[in-house]
């Protein structure tokens, strides 16, 4: 079994070795894995907002799908062209951008809502249209010319050369629509399109063709990615920001409890996996069975860490999931900070020397 994971490992995709960004000299080093979950990665701005305040935390990589993505080139692009202060202020202007008070045109807004909802909206004109067309109509055909206000936003706020020009590890995933299978893209190969790939929703954008193969939304095969940093950057610990609930204690009952409980099942299921394969990982390097490193062919043991949104994400009705107004961005970027601060005065002494979470836990399955 060993030899098979060995072989699997090293059939991935050569990863670059990812690089740092200077806060505190004594700083301990962590990479950031970012979930996608439409307008609930607001939470994920106030995550990095704390992080980048605080400083006691270095990062050399950062992975993210969808909404997880955006964050991710967006924190990328702060530390590359300003550092810390230029990073928490890029975040900070995009997601007021993406708000209902932002300036986006209204045919635009209406599917930036959509964009940011991953549910069916409730309110506005515009949005009961587009919501009743996208019942009957692809995408294809409800918007032939592939209106996406992403690619304008992206545009602005992100300099990807800047990024490039980095030894920062940056992967974004995306689906490959015809084979299913999960495509990761490494910082030199990241552009506006792999962003937008990552956050194509099927239901909403025509698929994003990169190099002439069409690609979804990351969430569904890769939310976000963590095994790449078992082969790159100095970093032997990783930061998951989860914003999809994995329990709930209630039985959905409604079509709007059973539609977001199947959202966040999807949703959860490639990053439960990836936390089995780490835990299966590090208890082969901690056998002897696998070598522990970052030469060639030696792998990293990771001490996987998590700040999730938690009970107020599975309080939130499916009302409240559609909102993208600049306030409801604010609460979630508030809890945000409010659980970076908890997790660092709770679990910052782990970091370097274990996990903070049960991984075997986490990702065990329920034998009958």
């Not at 994920?44 to 950062?62: F, K, N």
């Not at 890769?222 to 329990?247: K, R």
């Amino acid at each position: 079994m060993a030899t098979n994971l060995k072989s699997y490992l090293d059939s991935l995709a050569p990863w670059s070795v990812g690089g740092t960004h200077k806060t505190q000299p004594t700083a301990k080093k962590i990479n950031l894995a970012l979930q996608g979950g439409g307008s609930h990665g607001a939470f994920t701005w106030g995550v990095l907002d704390q992080l980048l305040a605080d400083g006691r935390l270095e990062i050399t990589g950062i992975s993210g799908a969808s909404a997880g993505a955006v964050n991710a080139v967006m924190l990328a692009d702060g530390l590359a062209r300003g550092g810390v202060e230029e990073a928490r202020k890029r975040l900070r202007d995009f997601w007021r951008a993406a708000s209902a008070g932002g300036d986006l045109p209204p045919v635009q807004r209406a599917i930036s809502d959509r964009l940011f909802s991953m549910m069916p909206m409730a309110s506005a004109p515009m949005r009961n249209w587009f919501e009743a067309m996208s019942h009957y109509f692809s995408p294809y055909e409800l918007n032939p010319l592939n209106i996406n206000p992403l690619s304008d936003l992206i545009a602005r706020f992100v300099d990807f050369d800047a990024i490039r020009q980095t030894d920062l590890a940056v992967y974004i995933s995306a689906t490959n629509v015809h084979t299913g299978r999960l495509r990761v893209f490494a910082s030199d190969k990241i552009n506006a399109n792999v962003v937008m790939a990552s956050a194509a929703l099927p239901y909403l954008f025509q698929a994003v063709e990169i190099e002439g193969v069409p690609y979804w939304d990351g969430g569904y095969m890769g939310n976000p990615v963590i095994f790449p940093f078992l082969q790159t950057t100095e970093a032997e610990d990783v930061l998951v920001v989860q914003i999809n609930p994995v329990s709930q204690e209630t039985t959905p009952r409604s079509a709007p409890e059973i539609l977001k409980r199947l959202n966040e099942i999807t949703f959860n299921s490639a990053l439960i996996s990836e936390l089995r394969t780490m835990d299966f990982v590090n208890q082969l390097i901690d056998d002897g069975r696998l070598p522990r490193g970052m030469g060639k062919n030696q792998y990293r043991r990771l001490n996987i860490h998590r700040i999730e949104l938690g009970e107020l994400g599975a309080s939130l009705s499916g009302s409240s999931k559609l909102k993208t107004d600049f306030d409801f961005f604010e609460q979630l970027r508030d809890e945000g900070i409010r659980a970076a601060s908890v997790f660092l005065d709770t679990h910052f002494d782990d970091i370097g020397k274990q996990s903070s979470i049960n991984l075997a836990a986490e990702s065990g399955v329920e034998w009958a």
